[in-house]
């Protein structure tokens, strides 16, 4: 998939973000889907991936689907349920999809799984 170049300082996608996730998405069918490893540096208590950054990649997953989809715009509402830790160096794959639209708002949907399991799930709204 090519890149946009306005959008290689993100941190969640961004190649040239040197403390970015450095995501890389592509699809799967209707999924948008990137997978993830968290780093050391990504802990919050000793040896779990720190929540934020969970959800992070959660939404950047829903953000850059729908920027793919629809050209961007700002998340509205997140919410997120953690369902399991994350250990630094666990391999774990992130799947977005869109749920509904609605007028301006599209209410999409993320997954973080580690071995088909969730460890995270999200819903967010997004402002078209």
């Given at each position: 998939?090519?890149?946009?170049?306005?959008?290689?300082?993100?941190?969640?996608?961004?190649?040239?973000?040197?403390?970015?996730?450095?995501?890389?998405f592509h699809w799967e069918g209707e999924d948008y889907v990137a997978p993830f490893t968290g780093q050391?540096?990504?802990?919050g208590y000793p040896g779990v991936v720190h929540g934020g950054i969970i959800a992070s990649v959660l939404?950047?997953?829903?953000?850059?689907?729908?920027?793919?989809?629809?050209?961007?715009?700002?998340?509205?509402?997140?919410?997120?349920?953690?369902?399991?830790?994350?250990?630094?160096?666990?391999?774990?794959?992130?799947?977005?999809?869109?749920?509904?639209?609605?007028?301006?708002?599209?209410?999409?949907?993320?997954?973080?799984?580690?071995?088909?399991?969730?460890?995270?799930?999200?819903?967010?709204?997004?402002?078209?």
């Open positions: 998939m090519k890149r946009d170049p306005s959008l290689e300082g993100c941190f969640g996608c961004g190649a040239d973000n040197e403390i970015g996730l450095r995501l890389e050391e540096c990504h802990q939404d950047e997953a829903m953000g850059r689907l729908l920027w793919e989809k629809r050209g961007g715009g700002p998340t509205r509402k997140l919410t997120v349920e953690y369902l399991a830790p994350l250990a630094p160096g666990e391999e774990a794959i992130c799947r977005a999809r869109i749920a509904q639209k609605k007028g301006r708002a599209i209410f999409l949907e993320a997954q973080l799984l580690r071995d088909g399991e969730a460890v995270a799930v999200a819903k967010g709204t997004y402002i078209i």
